[in-house]
């Protein structure tokens, strides 16, 4: 079994950083991309940000020159570092990591349990 615990959001003026992590731990082998996405009321889940094991990243183009993704192989984490937010930014991030676990050596999709960003105006 694998589980992703976030860390991190909460309430921030328009303008304002935040930083979120997020870390595997479990029955791991390997992870490779992760990713937060998040999801604002009434709209569908959409992808933020995301890490490949190599390093490549992938931003939305929404937050592309605001969002900084990193992620530590060795700690099997990711981090998503915020500034210059916006009120259109709130919304509940969730952790996303394709895991190759040590007993089935495949990958499967797992999600953190979500936290709440939002930014006031």
């Known amino acids: 079994q694998v589980q992703l615990v976030e860390s991190g959001g909460g309430l921030v003026q328009a303008g304002g950083s935040l930083s979120l992590s997020c870390a595997a731990s479990?029955?791991?082998?390997?992870?490779?991309?992760m990713g937060w996405y998040r999801q604002a009321p009434g709209k569908q889940r959409e992808l933020v940000a995301s890490?490949?094991?190599?390093?490549?990243?992938n931003y939305a183009d929404s937050v592309k020159g605001r969002f900084t993704i990193s992620r530590d192989n060795a700690k099997n984490s990711v981090s998503l570092q915020m500034v210059s937010l916006k009120p259109e930014d709130t919304a509940v991030y969730y952790c996303?990591?394709?895991?190759?676990?040590?007993?089935?050596?495949?990958?499967?999709?797992?999600w953190g349990q979500g936290t709440q960003v939002t930014v006031s105006s």
């Open positions: 996303n990591a394709g895991v190759v676990s040590r007993d089935l050596f495949r990958e499967s999709i797992y």
């Open positions: 890490v490949m094991r190599g390093g490549s990243r």
């Open positions: 479990g029955s791991i082998f390997s992870i490779n991309t």
